[in-house]
């Protein structure tokens, strides 16, 4: 492997949003790029191919040959393919190559990852990611864990990586994020369900004052937009980060009460979002209103002819 990262061949597996950023920054820095991601052999490959060709991303065509290829492999994929992607990337790692999971995974299961990797012969190395990516891109607070966190932390930060050690332990780092998960992404449950009701009966401008005058911090009518927009885009990762933050309670040994029903409300709104409710996926005002009762009105529609 050689001494600089900048001259690394990086991998990444899964191309989606967070993907996406990344190679954006890593390719405006002249660094070689390929990407796998498991929607290129189906219908939503055209736009992710488009967008490789234009920034000059090499797309593999599996797992194994992404790995092959790769001295850094990021992983940035649903928290449900964290173990399958890790297995699948073990298969063909280069001897010593560096492997941080990105993923929104608890910490039993970022034990399990590092079990795969490191028994490869790879250099395993848990990620969480500490706040919304697209703000902060690259520069996104990142806690990394695990006894090759502080070599990895040193080497990418020249990249732009705004990456600290959070412990050698592994789990730390991801304990950190998921009980931080059930606070805000239970939190954007919360929103859609009280605005949501809110709006039918008529109150939410009083239910918005009220709130304004308990929390004057939060500009509720920007974060309600923002809640909304995030949820109907990207409720699906969402929920499954969910159901991992509520296993991550379990853990403990106490009732996931909470993260459990916000998992299955994010998983309802995807599968909303799914069904075109918010708009066609991929029009240009899916789930883009700069007004949240746009969208509580979409879902209020929708209800009311399911129950018709």
Not at 47 to 57: F, T
Not at 175 to 193: D, F, H, N, Y
């Amino acid at each position: 492997m050689t001494a600089l990262a900048r001259d690394w061949s990086i991998g990444l597996v899964g191309y989606g949003e967070v993907g996406r950023i990344l190679a954006e920054d890593l390719r405006a820095q002249g660094v070689a790029v390929a990407a796998y991601d498991l929607k290129l052999a189906g219908a939503d490959a055209a736009p992710l191919r488009a967008h490789a060709r234009q920034y000059g991303v090499a797309l593999a065509d599996s797992h194994a040959q992404l790995a092959a290829g790769s001295d850094f492999i990021v992983c940035a994929v649903t928290a449900s393919q964290t173990l399958a992607a890790a297995q699948a990337c073990a298969a063909a790692m280069r001897d010593a190559a560096f492997y941080l999971d990105f993923n929104s995974a608890s910490p039993g299961a970022k034990q399990q990852a590092a079990a795969l990797i490191d028994g490869a012969g790879g250099r395993y190395v848990e990620g969480a990611v500490m706040t919304s990516v697209p703000p902060y891109r690259i520069q996104v607070p990142l806690l990394l864990g695990g006894v090759h966190a502080a070599a990895l932390a040193e080497k990418i930060k020249p990249l732009g990586f705004a990456a600290r050690v959070a412990s050698e332990q592994l789990g730390v780092a991801s304990a950190t994020k998921m009980c931080r998960s059930v606070m805000i992404k239970g939190l954007e449950a919360m929103v859609i369900e009280s605005f949501t009701a809110a709006r039918h009966y008529g109150v939410e401008d009083a239910v918005l004052a009220s709130l304004a005058e308990t929390f004057p911090g939060i500009d509720w009518e920007k974060q309600g937009a923002y809640f909304f927009q995030r949820v109907i885009e990207h409720g699906r990762r969402r929920s499954e980060e969910m159901f991992e933050s509520a296993r991550t309670v379990r853990d403990v040994g106490m009732p996931s009460w909470i993260a459990q029903g916000a998992a299955e409300r994010q998983a309802w709104m995807a599968n909303l979002a799914d069904e075109g409710v918010f708009g066609e996926r991929g029009a240009p005002g899916f789930a883009r209103s700069s007004d949240w009762r746009i969208e509580a009105d979409r879902l209020l529609s929708h209800l009311k002819e399911s129950d018709a």
